[in-house]
């Protein structure tokens, strides 16, 4: 067994443990747990408006949060899971409130990750907001759970995550399906399964359809700019750019491999203000240009110091 049994214990007594998923790290606690849930609350210093996502270990897991699979979430489900990829259900009046902040809906994934499957399979559903304090950039790292829990933290070390950024969240549960929350799983992956249009909008009826999605976030000390030609020798600015010719530690070169970027970006977040730099200076992406770009923007613009 790959998890140490110690973590495993631990989730049984209604404590947390952070744990990797392809994604980002995240805070697991036992779903059917208020104390355990109450935990990961206070621990991130989350806003109790802000639900949380149930992580199961397969889909048979679904039929004990929700009260029905629609056929366009079961085409879904067949075609990403395991993978990054949240849906929203309408939810079973035993979940608790904890977990979906009130809401009529609950949103499930099943993680791409083999320490996360035996994890949740070993213990239960989990919730598992993003490892760190809010407003903290999301962990892809252990290392940067325990800089923002502490040392002593459980954390189940699996590595960098291979994907970065969070999980595309998509609402079924509602008679206009749309995308909450970009993620690797773009848009048009989505469209073509569903054989139909979908929109993406944060809001509905002027609230926001994923509450998560009014808070800022993801925000270095640094401050985070979109990059307009300033100087590249300017040492107090980390840049992350697509092309240049200047070879220089505060220059690093992506070359249009924005699965590298999605990867770093969060690592990168925290190196500057591990280094000193004052500023971060992004080079523009177009949406268009890969599947996670949507994704990219969204985060960076989050994370921009001038909104
Ligand atoms: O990739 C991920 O999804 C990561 C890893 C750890 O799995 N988790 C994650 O969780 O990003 P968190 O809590 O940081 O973000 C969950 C997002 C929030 O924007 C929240 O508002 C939204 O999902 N959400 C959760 N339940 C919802 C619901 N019933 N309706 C609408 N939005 C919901
Ligand atoms: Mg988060």
Redesign the pocket.
Known sequence: MAVDPVYIELIRQGDIVAFP???????GADAWNPSAIQKVFETKG?PSD????V?VSGPDQIADFAVDVPKEAQQLIETFWPG?L?I?FK?RKEVLDA???G?D???I?M?DHPL?LEFIAATAPL??????TSGKP?PTRAEHVREDFGEDFPVIDGGATK?G???T?V?L?DDDPAI??P?SISRKEIEEVLGTDIQETFFHNER??????K?SHYKPKALVKWYEGENLNEPSTLFLLQDSDVKAPNVIIYSGDLDRLARELYDRFRQADHEGYLSISIQRLSPDSSNVAPALIDRIERALSYK
């Open positions: 998923t392809e994604t980002v790290y995240g805070l989350r802000n639900p949380l996502i992580h990054p949240t929203i939810k977990v979906t902040a809401l809906t609950v949103a994934r993680p996360a919730v598992a907001p993003s490892a760190n999301s994907v950024v969070e999980s969240v609402d549960a909450l929350r993620g926001p359809r994923s509450p998560g999605q808070y």
